[in-house]
C-alpha cells in the first residue's frame, strides 16, 4: 500500500520529538539500589491503537529493549520508512518512557524492510541509518560505521551487572526457502555471519557480568513451529548454544520476538540452563489461539498484546523474575528464573 505523507504532521512530529530529546546514556545516574526492571516487547504496528506504552512507563524500567518489528515498514523507500519511525516515535506514552529510560534495540524483518529477508535485502544499509536515527544512537557510535546493527550495553548498579547483548538476524542471514508454508532447514547457512560471530565470542569470553541478556528477533530455543527461528539454521544454533555452554556463561537469557504471542521457555544444553522469553506483539497479537508445541514451554502461551518485564534483584543471592504481561500491567506468565 502507497503510504500517504502528511508533511505537516511529520513536521509538528519532528518538532514534538526533538523537544523530549532522550537523555544520554552518559547523563543517567547509576540507581543504588538491590534490584533493576527490564522492559522489552516486539511487534507493534505504528498505524494501530497503542495503549501498553502507559503500562510500561508505569513500570519505571531500567531499560526499555525494543526486539524488532518497531514499525511495520516492507519497503525499499527511505522516505516512507523514516514517516513510519517518526509517526512511533510521537506517540505521547512512549516520549514519556524516552525521558527517563534508556532505549535500545534491535530489528527484525518488517523493520529492516522486507518480510523474512535477510542478507539480500537491497537497501539494507540505507535502512540501518533509518533504525539508528529512530534509536537515537550518536553519530560517533560503532553501528554507524559498520555492518549489521548488533550491539552490546552493560547495565549495572551497586549489587548486579547484567550486560545486554542484542544479535543482528537479518544483515548477514542466508538464503531460508520456504514450502507450503514452512520454513526449510539451511544447514550451511549462517544468521550472524563471521564478523558478528566474532564480535559475539568476544563479548561473552570477556564478561564479568552476573547477568546475559541476549536479544535476538527470531527464537532461539522452541523448535517445533514453522516460522521463522534459530532452529532453521541446526548448524548455526547448535554453535550459539555451545558458545555458551563452553564459556560458562552466567545467567544466559535470550529475549525475542516475531511469533505474535509470548511464551517463556527453558533449555538445558550440556549442564547450562538457559532460557528464552518471548514476548510479541505489543499491537497485534495472533487472531489464532491454536495450541502450538514447543517441548520447552513453562507454562502457557500468550495471545494478548504483551510485554516483557525482567525484574533483578541481589539479597545475598541473585533472584530473576520473569513476567508477560498485558494491558492493566495484567500477569499472564510469572516465573522465577533458576540456573
Not at 506504552?53 to 531499560?63: A, K, L, M, S
Not at 516512507?80 to 512512549?94: G, V
Amino acid at each position: 500500500m502507497k503510504y500517504s505523507f502528511n508533511l505537516p504532521f511529520l513536521l509538528a512530529s519532528i518538532l514534538l520529538i526533538n523537544c523530549n530529546t532522550t537523555k544520554k546514556q552518559a547523563d543517567r545516574p547509576t540507581r543504588s539500589t538491590s534490584a533493576i526492571t527490564i522492559a522489552f516487547g516486539s511487534c507493534s504496528d505504528e498505524d494501530k491503537k497503542q495503549f501498553l506504552w502507559d503500562d510500561i512507563v508505569g513500570e519505571q524500567p531500567d531499560i526499555w529493549i525494543w526486539l524488532g518489528d518497531n514499525i511495520y515498514g516492507d519497503t525499499e523507500n527511505m522516505d516512507e520508512l523514516r514517516a513510519k519511525y517518526l509517526l512511533q516515535k510521537s506517540n505521547t506514552d512512549y516520549q514519556e518512557l524516552r525521558k527517563n529510560t534508556t532505549i535500545l534495540g534491535v530489528w527484525d524483518d518488517h523493520d529492516y524492510g522486507l518480510n523474512d529477508a535477510g542478507k539480500e535485502y537491497s537497501k539494507k544499509e540505507e535502512s540501518q541509518q533509518e533504525l539508528l536515527d529512530f534509536l537515537d544512537v550518536p553519530n560517533k557510535d560503532p553501528r554507524r560505521s559498520r555492518a549489521g546493527v548488533y550491539h552490546s550495553y552493560l547495565l549495572e548498579n551497586d549489587f548486579i551487572k547484567t550486560k545486554i547483548i542484542l544479535l543482528d538476524v537479518r544483515y548477514f542471514r542466508d538464503e531460508l526457502i520456504t514450502v507450503d508454508g514452512v520454513k526449510q532447514a539451511n544447514a550451511d547457512g549462517t544468521i550472524l555471519g563471521t564478523e558478528q560471530w566474532k564480535w559475539l565470542e568476544n563479548e561473552l569470553r570477556n564478561s564479568k557480568a552476573d547477568i546475559h541478556l541476549i536479544g535476538t528477533g527470531i527464537q532461539v530455543i522452541p523448535e517445533e513451529h514453522r516460522w521463522e527461528k534459530w532452529a532453521n539454521f541446526p548448524n548455526e544454533r547448535e554453535k550459539l548454544l555451545n558458545l555458551i555452554a563452553d564459556l560458562k556463561v552466567k545467567n544466559p537469557i535470550f529475549i525475542t520476538g516475531d511469533r505474535h504471542s509470548g511464551e517463556i521457555s527453558r533449555l538445558n544444553w550440556k549442564g547450562q540452563v538457559m532460557y528464552d522469553i518471548t514476548s510479541s506483539s505489543l499491537t497485534n497479537p495472533r487472531s489464532s489461539t491454536t495450541f502450538e508445541a514447543n517441548k520447552y514451554r513453562l507454562g502457557k502461551m500468550v495471545f494478548k498484546e504483551n510485554y516483557g518485564i525482567l525484574q533483578i534483584e541481589k539479597k545475598g543471592k541473585l533472584n530473576i523474575r520473569a513476567y508477560l504481561k498485558s494491558d492493566n500491567q495484567s500477569i499472564e506468565v510469572e516465573k522465577t528464573l533458576n540456573f
